[in-house]
């Protein structure tokens, strides 16, 4: 056990980088701060007062900011623009009809949608006054019905777990990718640099492949809540600028515990895949195998397929299969009160599937681990899977 | 300690690495295996640590009191593979430490050899560095120092040399006598063989899994059937085509004008050799020298071809 502790710790430490990840990080709140300023210029920056010639007789009031003149009824198209110049104006509005409208512009900015705006909401007044419509009834004709939803598992689960399940998915998803950049890296990169033999020489395979499994693991989780503190601090920061209140998140804390446990297991699950999967390439840059990383994309895929019905049949038949289970089971939690021998059969089959995943990988990467030149077929892995070290 | 090698045998697939081997080690000594590129030394190697096992034989190491076992723990040997590598973008130091603690070092004590054997390589200075900033020889010593960093009763050393320039391969012939003096008892194969030959104890040659010679270097030369090589000095100048090859002369080349080279049969009688030279030839000095590992090696493979 201490000689896959220090396995799973040399793998972690090789991947935890602290300067580069503090350079990356205060780059990307460098980035949001850019962009929130850029928003922030662009917003008070915005032309205070516009400049609008009117051909024919405008019934809309516009607000003070459109100074408006008037222009004679006769000019030719060709000459609008040339007025434009001359007299510094920012457009020209021509009124054929009393809701057909012609902007002669120079140049493309904000203002001509206000305008546009207060020109549809003025005739929507004039048409509903024409109908002998008021504006409650048009309310009413636009919304005719009223219907609140009583949920009884936001009772259970909390009511800002939703957001919280796909998050989990989302993040989860995120780790599993992760980590099968860095299982692929390290992996073939101690075969090209030859250390497995001396490596070999020191621990067993499945000492190996325990502590790399582990190790990679605890690096993906690292990179999961680095990201997930930066995205609180950054909608902290939003919250504030942005003068809201910012909601409090209202989730039970067993519902979390819950969906970590499935998020930290699945990961896990993967990368004991990706660890016996890698050590059957010699080239990550020409191995037809790194397509395996679309195996773990389809939990993820299905999952948003069965989202508005997690306590249909599929969603609970595959929230028990390991494979899938790793982002159906969080799905479900977050989305209901499921059934405790539910969560739990889960669980005992997603424990099992971590157990038999590790017992194959380990003979994979134990077949191929110290074999360089051809990379083995399909059929050779299936073999190799199959077969027992003794 | 000690090993004892019984009649291993290794077969891959369809080519038989390992035919039929045995030899021993003895406690203490630098022994060598020797032989062509496939003759079975790193199959050999790799089943004496354990990576691979004979499909027959046996493979007895001994230790103190009389103990015996059929398998090594990490922390009883050290193995330098023949392709071998080290994390080149780790730093040095923690490489070696970690190296040292998977063979049961604690930490303290890794640190502490880590250092010594990089004073001793001169490259104390580079151990914050990455391996990759290191030149080739350099980043061999530090692959020599993980092999032996825990300081084990047995080393295995698979091309120990390759790669490495003259001067840095005295400097792993004098780091391998210092263990050597230490107890440590060192198998290694090797194509350098004057290196070699001043290193090692005892021998054993291959070629195509088999042993072909055996033995100390007096053992193998008794045992190669290669006589003495003569190399004389003519006072007139002589052509290479005036001496023949007979039952007593197995080989003759030309230094030059006045120097020519006899290697001699085994029962070659060399007084009556020179006394018929003598008869037709002045000669101004001669030289006698026992044939080297080199031409043992050449002759031992040659001869298998």
Known sequence: MDKVLLVARWEFMRNFKWKQEAIGYFLMLLIYAAIFAVQMWSQSSTQKTVNLAVIGQLQTELSSKFVLTSMDDNIEQQFIFEKITELSLDGVLKVTQSDNFTLYISQQSVWQQELEQALIADQKDALLRTMDISPEQLEKLQNPISMTLVNQAEEVVGSSVKILGLLAAILSAMAVFTSFGLSLTSVTQEKQHRITEQLLTCINHQQWVDGKALGLCLSSIKSLVTTCLMMAIVFTGIAVFSDGAGESMNVSVTVVIQILLFCVLG?????????????TIDDPNHSGKTGLMLLPMLPVMLVFMV???PNGQVAKVLSLVPLTSISFMPMRIASMSVPIWQVGLSLVFLLAGVYYVRLF???????NITLFGKEPDWADIWRSMLKSSS | ????????????????????????????????????????????IRMLIGLTYPD?????????????????????????????????????QDTLVYMGQLKGMTKSDALQQTDVWLTSFDLIERKKDQLKTLSKGNQQKVQLISAIIHRPKIVFLDEPFSGLDPVNQEKVIAFLQLLKHQGTTIILSAHQMSLVEKLADRFLLMNEGKATLYGSIKDIREAAQLGTKLTVTFSEKVVIESFELTEQVVQV??????????????????????????????????????????DIYINSVKGAA
């Not at chain 1, 990988?361 to 077949?367: G, L, Q, Y």
């Not at chain 2, 369809?14 to 030394?41: Q, R, T, Y």
């Not at chain 2, 230094?255 to 080279?261: C, E, G, K, L, R």
């Open chain 1, 267 to 279: 990961v896990l699950f993967w990368n004991y895949v990706f660890v016996g999967f890698a050590a």
């Open chain 1, 307 to 309: 989202m508005g019905e």
């Open chain 1, 361 to 367: 990988a380990t003979r994979v990467f134990r077949a």
């Open chain 2, 1 to 44: 300690m000690q090993l004892s090698v019984n009649q291993i045998r290794k077969q891959y697939a369809e080519m038989l690495a390992v035919d039929d081997l045995s030899f021993e080690v003895k406690s203490g000594e630098i022994f060598a295996l020797l032989g062509p590129n496939g003759a079975g030394k790193s199959s050999t």
């Open chain 2, 56 to 92: 027959t034989g046996e493979i007895v190491f001994s230790i103190d009191k009389g103990q015996t076992k059929t398998q090594l723990v990490s922390a009883d040997f050290g193995y330098l593979p023949e392709e071998r590598g080290l994390y080149q973008e780790t730093n040095i």
């Open chain 2, 253 to 294: 080349s030309s230094i030059d004008s006045h120097n020519i080279q006899f290697t001699l049969a085994p029962q070659c009688h060399v007084p009556r050799f020179l006394q018929t030279m003598l008869a037709e030839h002045q000669i101004e000095s001669l030289q006698t020298a026992q044939p080297s590992l080199h």
